[in-house]
């Protein structure tokens, strides 16, 4: 399937992100060919392929597929919910990639995982993407400029499981246990 333009984006609204002098994006053909060995093609198609026009100060995002790649906010209630489904799973794969690389012996690996990391930075939630029901990343590795800019906005998004409480016995039980017998009170 063909790649095609699903966003255009101004220089000027956003604040690339990098490491050691190297933007996450100038890296999209390392990370996504990482992402298709290490996970799978689907999470290196997350990522839209950017192609940057320092003339016009922008960066042009290319996707598989055809036809319009709407924004999450603008999806219908279940749509946009059946694309978090796909995606958040997706989000925590590739952060425990990037926090494995990250804990490496190897200079390069750790390397891989920062910008990995930094690849996650979103400015918005409009910056997800949805195009056939498949969700695509445009722009990534980058934050908004300006006030209100949010860091990690994407990993915040993915759900934190919660541990059932465990059950550890009636209240008094457990006070006796701990004290000694329960004092009988007026007899």
Same mark, same amino acid.
């Given at each position: 399937?063909?790649?095609?333009?699903?966003?255009?984006?101004?220089?000027?609204?956003?604040? $690339?992100?990098?490491?050691?002098?190297?933007? %996450?994006?100038?890296?999209?053909?390392? &990370?996504?060919?990482? @992402? +298709?060995? !290490? *996970?799978?093609?689907?999470?290196?198609?997350?990522?839209?392929?950017?192609?940057?026009?320092?003339?016009?100060?922008?960066?042009?995002?290319?996707?598989?597929?055809?036809?319009?790649?709407?924004?999450?906010?603008?999806?219908?209630?279940?749509?946009?919910?059946?694309?978090?489904?796909?995606?958040?799973?997706?989000?925590?794969?590739?952060?425990? $990639?990037?926090?494995?690389?990250?804990?490496? %012996?190897?200079?390069?690996?750790?390397? &891989?995982?920062?910008? @990995? +990391?930094? !690849? *996650?930075?979103?400015?918005?939630?409009?910056?997800?993407?949805?195009?056939?029901?498949?969700?695509?990343?445009?722009?990534?590795?980058?934050?908004?400029?300006?006030?209100?800019?949010?860091?990690?906005?994407?990993?915040?998004?993915?759900?934190?499981?919660?541990?059932?409480?465990?059950?550890?016995?009636?209240?008094?039980?457990?006070?006796?246990?701990?004290?000694?017998?329960?004092?009988?009170?007026?007899?």
């Amino acid at each position: 399937m063909d790649d095609s333009l699903i966003a255009t984006t101004l220089n000027r609204d956003l604040l $690339a992100q990098g490491v050691g002098g190297q933007l %996450a994006v100038q890296h999209w053909e390392q &990370l996504t060919q990482y @992402l +298709r060995r !290490a *996970l799978s093609p689907r999470h290196a198609a997350l990522f839209a392929e950017p192609n940057p026009d320092p003339e016009r100060g922008s960066i042009d995002w290319y996707a598989s597929g055809t036809g319009p790649a709407v924004p999450l906010p603008q999806l219908d209630p279940a749509a946009a919910e059946a694309a978090r489904a796909i995606l958040m799973p997706m989000v925590a794969e590739i952060q425990a $990639a990037a926090e494995k690389l990250h804990a490496s %012996a190897s200079e390069g690996e750790r390397f &891989l995982g920062e910008l @990995l +990391r930094l !690849a *996650l930075e979103i400015p918005d939630r409009g910056a997800i993407r949805v195009r056939d029901g498949v969700p695509v990343l445009a722009p990534w590795g980058h934050t908004a400029a300006g006030p209100g800019g949010v860091r990690e906005l994407l990993v915040k998004m993915v759900p934190t499981p919660v541990a059932p409480m465990a059950m550890v016995g009636a209240p008094v039980a457990a006070a006796a246990a701990r004290s000694g017998p329960v004092p009988s009170w007026g007899q």
